[in-house]
């Protein structure tokens, strides 16, 4: 059974930085594609990064561009989102997210495994 847990959320200012962490288990992980969605309150869910099954592409949403970096390890099964710069409105519950092949999808339906969440608080 293909499972995912994430780590790393916590309470920051605005200006500051987290690392998010996906630790992946159930399946060959390099052979696919890997994402962080974000919910933010009243919201819908939302891509902000993903990544290739070997990493060599990567996308982003407009709104977290040139501030969050998406990164895995293949060797330890690992997902990362490394988040700068940090703003208020970046406050979200973040989900880690398994594609249902190799390449980067920016929509959810293209995930089939999820993680359950981490809390990210970003205050004035």
């Known amino acids: 059974q293909v499972q995912l847990v994430e780590s790393g959320g916590g309470l920051v200012q605005a200006g500051g930085s987290l690392r998010l962490s996906c630790a992946a288990s159930?399946?060959?992980?390099?052979?696919?594609?890997m994402a962080w969605f974000r919910q933010a309150p009243g919201k819908e869910r939302e891509f902000a990064a993903g990544i290739s099954g070997r990493g060599a592409s990567t996308y982003y949403a407009t709104s977290v561009k040139g501030r969050f970096t998406i990164s895995r390890d293949n060797a330890k099964n690992t997902l990362y989102l490394q988040m700068n710069s940090l703003k208020p409105e970046d406050t979200a519950v973040y989900y880690c997210a398994g594609a249902r092949a190799f390449g980067v999808y920016t929509t959810g339906e293209f995930y089939d495994t999820w993680g359950q969440g981490t809390q990210v608080t970003v205050s004035p």
């Open positions: 159930g399946r060959t992980f390099s052979s696919y594609g």
